[in-house]
Structures are given as structure tokens and as C-alpha cells.
């Protein structure tokens, strides 16, 4: 098996009174993820929450890391959260709107199977590239993908925090699933929305390329968004393949 | 329970922002309309202020088809706004019950674009119109109610990083409204159109499986006009509700005061409001015909194996089943779970990508219709699109025609040409 350095922080950010995202590290698992919770104060905190006990359960579950285990892992994870998030829903309706927002990557002999939903992201470095796997699932994506707005435009959109997939929210659940290879060197990045907003990719990759630990990766990143207003909660998970 | 001076009597509903309560005011011995926030909606101070500020506003609408707001107050770590009371049923109650005839209907209508214009001239745009926000009460009158205070598109720079999905009906928004735009009076006659429509023709101009879907329609779909979907329906009436349905605000009615005009003078066709009811309730797409023009475009479709595939469901994705495949490009299918439940998943290999295999070439008769692929735009035709072996759901849409839609194979090497004869619509 791979060896793979990670590291992780979250932070509440300087507006919010509560940190809704949620991040979980397994390396004995070969998985990380990070879960941005919706539908107001104490039910975003716990749709993320029970995102990741569930992801951790279905992961203890099953040892297995070949390839095809690994994306019935993932799959189970999300679809096993989703319900779990809409039974809970059925029986305290006044959390209507409760659901999250996922993004998990896990690792297995010859490569990574992504599970996504939402509007959190996947980043990758690879030969000094700089590329977003993931494609949120929002509003204005679609939008600026139609060519009907600009991404200028989306940054002053009233609906850009519209999103259109999400983890517990409709009945059936539409999971994006992306694999691939991975090779030594390859660095991915996992967020929440909480930095994306607040700063542009040329920047987070810069604080990436730099000649730092992850420790401290992370922690720039988050002084970064916090030094430019902190609007939303920040998590940043980054997973280094040795 | 109180808030304020005011004591619950009984809950009357429940929405994204809150609760409304039928609450008694001892002070003046009479019934309101008690609406509270969610506690967690009140973000910060900012938002707090800003409520009280438009609340004073909105209190000073004094128009008899705009509910009169009364009062708004802090109480139990929230807000509160307190209405008149009234007895009476929503709007998109009568309709699903079908009571209506085209007279009152259009009657309705003129009342509600009455208080918008009286409403956009003192400033204020309602921001949400729908039939659940206009109440035809037991004396019967029109009242408009849930004048935009904080709405959720909340300007405010704590509101919009808050991640959210719409949980309310999107079916009435106008183009710029979704595109995310500066909004005024204009946006609320839009919707105002949309429900006319819906009344009318008996079906809602723009529909969709889910959420994208609605978006789409309303920001790039012209909808068929209602007189040729029913002859009957006085091409001036029809000219209306087309004129409030552009895509444009300049090219829609300008004011309140303007639309309701052109509605009074719709009031004067007597022989069409005499006429035996219209339809209430929603049409379905003829299916029959769909399938008609799949087998049409069969004959001149060669390289792909098609077959038809029901209407898509809420954001069904696919998902490739050969996830095993060495091929490291998007593919998609569907997946049934055990538990025989739908899921959906895309499954995309992002590694290396592929060149394309093939190249799908969609024309149409007539041209310039809207392809999609797997649910998402690709232009309009006569367009070629390179594409790796696989399955596609391809939709070809044009106004007034009948949309096509098929699901195809695509495994032969080189130019696959699809022609899709499209049929008018009446």
C-alpha cells in the first residue's frame, strides 16, 4: 500500500457562531473527507456530522482496499448518510432543509475513487498542475457552463450559494463518483466552500507549490481566508502520496 | 406562548423562513397573522436592522389587495411580524380545485397587478409571487401577502455564503431573478405572467424534472403560445400573457398599471369568457407523438442503437457500469439498486483523458434547436460533438415543436449523424 501524508484543520471563521463542516482523517483506512453542513445552526452541524460517523462506519466495516471494494465503500458511504439524514429529517420535519455537502477521497492499490457532492471541492497537484477534479453541483455552474452568465458575473450572482445536489436533501441521491490514478508526488486538497468564496485558485495553489509541510499548508491557507474576512467556516484536508 | 403582546392562538404554517401563528392582541381585541423567523435565519444585527427597516416600509403599503402589516418586534432570540388577519384561501388552493372561471380568473389577475403598481411605486418590489402568496378571502377579495422582508436571496454578505438549496417552488421566478440580477417591479409582473399562464392554458409555462431543468426553461425556453395550444383562447388574451413572459424586462409590461389595461380590455371579449370552462388542470405531453418522431428519426439515424427512455426523474444522474473498463473517460448509465430503490451516480474516470471516439453530428428540421446532452446544454443545431463511446440521453428542444428525446449507443468509430425531424406543437 501507498504511503500518504495528510493533514487537516477546520475554523469556525470570523462571522459565523458555529463551524457546520465537519473533516475526519483515516490513514489506517487509506481515506479523508470533509462535509459542509446546511439548513441552519444545529442541523448543518449535525448533517455533517452524521455524514462522517457514517463514512467511518462503513469504512471500519470493510478492510478490503482493492479497487472495486473501495467504490462500493464510497457508494455506501454517501448513500447509507443520505438516508440516514433523511430519516432523521422525517422525525424532527422542523429540520427540513438539513443536508450537507461531501467530499471523500479513498485510496487503494493503484489509484483514488472520489465521491462528490455539492459545492465542497477536490483540488489535485500533479507535475506542477493545478487542476479542480470536482465540478460543483451549484446554481451558478450551471449557469456559467450554459454561457448564460460569466464567471464574473457568478461572483456577484444573489443566488450563488444556490446549490443543486446535496447529501440528505432529495429523495433520490445523485452522487458524482471520479477515479483515477495516483503517483507519487500527487497532492490533492480538499475544502469547503469557506475558502473557494474568499480566495481565487492562483492563490491556493501558490501556498500548495510552496516548499512547506502540509502542517503548515494549511494553516496559511486558513490565515489567508481568515486575513480577507473569514465569511463562512473553513476547512482545508490536503493528502500528500509519498 | 407569546411574543411580544401577542398571544398564539393556533399555527397556521410552517415555511423556510419560519412559522406563521394566528395570534390574538389583547391590546386592540382583534386576530393577526403572527409571522416568526427561524431563529437560526437571523444571522446577525445587520440582518435585524435591515428586517425593521423594510418592515416599516412595507408597513406603510395601504392598498386593499395588499395585506397591512401592523407591527414587527424581537422576542425569544427572534423576529416577529405581525399582519392582518384573514379568512380565506390561498390562491394555489382555487386552483387546484378548479373553481375558477376565465372571467374571475382574469379579474384576480388585474387585482394583483393593481396592488404591484401601487406597490413599485412607492419602491418596493414583492420579489415572490406566487399563487401562495395571494389569498381570496371569504368576503372575496384579493390580497397579496409575504412582501419580500429578508428574503432568503438576502443581500447581506452573512446570508450568501450560507449554503442552500431552494426549498419553495422555483416554477415563478423571472429570468433575472434566476440569473441572479438586480430585480425590480418588472420581475414581479414576470410572475405574475407565469401564473396567468398556468391558469389559462392549464398548464405552467416552465417545467422541468427538477431543479436545473426549471431553471433552464425559464432563463432560455420561449414557451408555446397559449392560442395554439388552445384556438379558443382570444389571440389578444394570448399576446398578454406572451408580452409578460419576455425574456427581456423592457420588452414586458412596465408597470402594474399597464398590464392591468391590457387585462380590463380582455374583459371586454365577451364571447370568449362565456365561453365553457378552460382547463385547470396540467396537460401532459403527449407521449405518443414523442415516440413518433423517434421512430422518424430512426430512418435516417445510423452508427448508434437507440431506445426511448421515460422522463428522466428529480437530478438522476447515470452511471457506467463497466467501471472496470480501461478506458479512462466519462461515461454514464443507470443504476438500479438492490434495494430496487433509483439511485444515481455519474461515474467519471478524470486521470488521463481520452480522445474523443466518435463524432455524434445533430441536425434538426427545423435548425437552431437546443441539444442536450445528459442533461446538459450543448448548443444549438446543426452541431457536432465528440464523444466517447458510450450511452447519452440526447433531448433536441424547440419552441413550439414537441421536444425529442432518446437514449443512444454510441460505439461505432467516426461520424454518427442524428436528424431529428421535430413536429409543431397544434
Same mark, same amino acid.
Given at each position: 500500500m501507498m504511503k500518504i501524508n495528510y493533514f487537516g484543520k477546520t475554523d469556525v471563521g470570523l462571522v459565523r457562531p458555529n463551524n457546520e463542516d465537519t473533516f475526519l482523517i483515516k490513514p489506517d483506512m487509506g481515506f479523508c473527507l470533509v462535509s459542509d453542513g446546511m439548513g441552519g445552526a444545529a442541523a448543518g452541524e449535525l448533517a455533517s456530522q452524521i455524514f462522517t460517523e457514517t463514512a467511518l462506519k462503513v469504512f471500519s466495516a470493510d478492510r478490503d482496499q482493492s479497487e472495486n471494494r473501495t467504490v462500493e465503500k464510497v457508494k455506501k458511504a454517501f448513500r447509507s448518510a443520505h438516508e440516514r439524514i433523511l430519516k432523521y429529517v422525517e422525525g424532527n420535519p422542523h429540520h427540513q432543509g438539513m443536508g450537507c455537502t461531501a467530499e471523500l477521497i479513498a485510496f487503494h492499490e493503484q489509484g483514488f475513487v472520489i465521491?462528490?457532492?455539492? %459545492?465542497?471541492?477536490?483540488?489535485?497537484?500533479?507535475?506542477?498542475?493545478?487542476? /479542480?477534479l470536482t465540478k460543483d453541483h451549484s446554481l451558478i455552474q450551471d449557469q456559467i457552463d450554459r454561457g448564460v452568465i460569466t464567471p464574473t458575473e457568478a461572483k456577484n450572482h444573489s443566488l450563488r450559494n444556490v446549490i443543486l445536489r446535496a447529501v440528505g436533501i432529495n429523495e433520490s441521491l445523485a452522487l458524482d463518483i471520479l477515479m483515477g490514478k495516483t503517483y507519487a508526488g500527487d497532492l490533492f486538497l480538499l475544502c469547503s466552500d469557506g475558502l473557494t %468564496?474568499?480566495?481565487? %485558485?492562483?492563490?491556493? !495553489? /501558490?501556498?500548495?507549490?510552496? %516548499?512547506?509541510?502540509? !502542517? /503548515?499548508?494549511?494553516?496559511k491557507l486558513v490565515e489567508m481566508v481568515l486575513s480577507a474576512g473569514g465569511k463562512d467556516n473553513i476547512t482545508v484536508v490536503l493528502a500528500e502520496i509519498l | 406562548m407569546k411574543y411580544g403582546r401577542y398571544e398564539i392562538i393556533k399555527e397556521l404554517g410552517k415555511g423556510g423562513m419560519g412559522v406563521v401563528y394566528q395570534a390574538h392582541d389583547p391590546q386592540?381585541?382583534?386576530?393577526?397573522?403572527?409571522? $416568526?423567523? +427561524?431563529?437560526?435565519?437571523?444571522?446577525?444585527?445587520e440582518f435585524v436592522l435591515r428586517f425593521f427597516k423594510e418592515a416599516k416600509f412595507i408597513g406603510r403599503l395601504s392598498h386593499p389587495n395588499i395585506v397591512t402589516v401592523y407591527d414587527v418586534g424581537r422576542d425569544h432570540g427572534t423576529i416577529y411580524i405581525a399582519m392582518e388577519y384573514l379568512q380565506g384561501e390561498a390562491f394555489n388552493e382555487v386552483i387546484r380545485s378548479g373553481r375558477l372561471n376565465v372571467e374571475k380568473i382574469i379579474d384576480i389577475t388585474l387585482q394583483v397587478a393593481d396592488a404591484l403598481g401601487y406597490a413599485h411605486n412607492k419602491g418596493i418590489v414583492h420579489r415572490d409571487i406566487k399563487p401562495s402568496n395571494i389569498i381570496l378571502t371569504d368576503e372575496g377579495g384579493v390580497k397579496l401577502t409575504d412582501f419580500g422582508i429578508a428574503r432568503s436571496e438576502d443581500s447581506t454578505a452573512a446570508q450568501q455564503t450560507q449554503t442552500g438549496v431552494i426549498l419553495g417552488t422555483p416554477f415563478y421566478m423571472s429570468p433575472e431573478q434566476v440569473m441572479g440580477k438586480r430585480v425590480d417591479g418588472r420581475s414581479d409582473l414576470f410572475s405574475l405572467g407565469v401564473i396567468l399562464y398556468e391558469l389559462i392554458v392549464g398548464r405552467?409555462? *416552465?417545467?422541468?424534472?427538477?431543479?436545473?431543468?426549471?431553471? +433552464?426553461?425559464?432563463?432560455?425556453?420561449?414557451?408555446?403560445?397559449?392560442?395554439?395550444?388552445?384556438?379558443?383562447?382570444?389571440?389578444? @388574451?394570448?399576446?398578454?400573457?406572451?408580452?409578460?413572459?419576455?425574456?427581456?424586462?423592457?420588452?414586458? *409590461?412596465?408597470?402594474?398599471?399597464?398590464?392591468g389595461d391590457a387585462l380590463k380590455s380582455c374583459l371586454q371579449i365577451k364571447e370568449f369568457l362565456l365561453s365553457p370552462e378552460k382547463p385547470i388542470s396540467p396537460k401532459k405531453k403527449p407521449?405518443?407523438?414523442?415516440?413518433?418522431?423517434?421512430?422518424?428519426?430512426?430512418?435516417?439515424?445510423?452508427?448508434?442503437?437507440?431506445?426511448?427512455?421515460?422522463?428522466?426523474?428529480?437530478?438522476?444522474?447515470?452511471?457506467n457500469k463497466g467501471e472496470s473498463t480501461v478506458t479512462e473517460s466519462s461515461q454514464q448509465g443507470k443504476l438500479q439498486d438492490k434495494s430496487g430503490n433509483l439511485e444515481s451516480l455519474s461515474s467519471t474516470r478524470v486521470d488521463e483523458s481520452k480522445p474523443a471516439d466518435a463524432m455524434l453530428m445533430v441536425t434538426s428540421s427545423p435548425s437552431q434547436a437546443q441539444v442536450y446532452l445528459d442533461d446538459s446544454f450543448k448548443g444549438k443545431t446543426p452541431i457536432t460533438l465528440e464523444l466517447p463511446?458510450?450511452?447519452?440521453?440526447?433531448? $433536441?428542444? @424547440?419552441?413550439?415543436?414537441?421536444?425529442?428525446?432518446?437514449? @443512444?449507443?454510441i460505439n461505432t468509430p467516426g461520424k454518427t449523424p442524428l436528424h431529428v425531424r421535430l413536429i409543431p406543437i397544434g
Open positions: 465521491g462528490h457532492i455539492g %459545492d465542497s471541492r477536490i483540488y489535485r497537484i500533479r507535475n506542477g498542475q493545478f487542476k /479542480q %468564496d474568499m480566495i481565487d %485558485d492562483p492563490l491556493i !495553489s /501558490q501556498v500548495l507549490y510552496s %516548499d512547506t509541510a502540509l !502542517s /503548515q499548508k494549511t494553516e | 386592540i381585541d382583534r386576530s393577526v397573522a403572527l409571522k $416568526v423567523l +427561524r431563529v437560526d435565519r437571523v444571522v446577525n444585527e405552467k409555462p *416552465f417545467e422541468g424534472d427538477h431543479f436545473t431543468a426549471i431553471f +433552464r426553461a425559464i432563463t432560455d425556453d420561449i414557451p408555446v403560445a397559449p392560442l395554439r395550444i388552445d384556438a379558443s383562447i382570444p389571440p389578444s @388574451l394570448s399576446d398578454l400573457i406572451m408580452k409578460a413572459l419576455s425574456k427581456n424586462p423592457d420588452e414586458r *409590461f412596465q408597470t402594474g398599471k399597464e398590464m407521449v405518443a407523438s414523442v415516440l413518433i418522431m423517434g421512430l422518424m428519426a430512426a430512418v435516417v439515424f445510423g452508427g448508434a442503437i437507440y431506445f426511448f427512455w421515460p422522463h428522466i426523474n428529480e437530478l438522476i444522474r447515470k452511471e463511446f458510450g450511452k447519452y440521453e440526447v433531448r $433536441v428542444n @424547440l419552441p413550439d415543436y414537441y421536444e425529442w428525446e432518446a437514449q @443512444l449507443q
